[in-house]
């Protein structure tokens, strides 16, 4: 009896044993399971988090302009549209960035692109000696013209008739530059500089000023969108519009540069201008 208890006992253990084995190996195995849903649920939500937001951020292009100046940059529905800000966004594009528009004064832009506040000023912005000593431009994109807005009535017929009248302008623009050498650094005219073109259009319409030197382009809008004035057939000074690029970006000049020639050369650059300026 003691012998068949002894027996049974042992049978009794080896089976505790091999349940308790039996049970480890389950646990593991459970455990391993476990832990590989979770990794592969983790790498999932990694994916997912990827896709979404990706690992390296998109670089952001930021554009330094005077949205005062259309068809180039101008308010419209909260947003700044304009040649200038289509052309930017189109070599943004190219270079994979994604195009922020900083609007500032006019000639805060330069100290905006050489501090790297901006990567790039576009502004209707006219290349010239004097700014080239703090910053580079890019190939030129669009030529411009300084013309004289007068009233209709006036007895100014070109530029030669400026002197002895107030001519009102936007500060730091060519046509200021312009205007100063030729008349009053000479003490032949008075000068009246706003902080926008659309402000010294408005002084001539009130008889402030008697006449606005001012680009053709947002000339053709401001007369348009007012009566009774008129842009002077004679054109004053031609010039060459770029963008604003720091001197130590090398890089980024080049950058812009294979953008616009890929731009004027799938005839992209023109698609935009032509959006914005029907041909005469
Ligand atoms: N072309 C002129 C200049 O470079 C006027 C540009 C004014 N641009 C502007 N966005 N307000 O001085």
Redesign the pocket.
Known sequence: MKKVLLVLLAVVMVFALFAACAKNVVEDAIADVVEEVGNAVEEAGDAIEEAIEPDEEVMTLVMA?????PP??YHEGGEIVGI?AEIAAAIAEKLGMELVIEDMA?DSIIAAVQSGKADIGL????V?EDRLKSINFSDSYAT?KQVIIVSEDSDIMSADDLEGKTIGV?G??????YITWDYIDDGLAEIERYN??VDAVLALMQGKVDAVV??NE?AKVFVSQNEGLVILETEYVI?E?AAAIAKDNEDLLEKVNAALTDLKESGKLQEIIDKYISAE
């Open positions: 302009t005077n949205a005062e100046f180039y940059e200038d006019f502004a209707g912005m006219t010239t411009g936007q730091s623009t060519t046509g200021d530059l926008k073109g001012i680009d947002p010039e519009y």
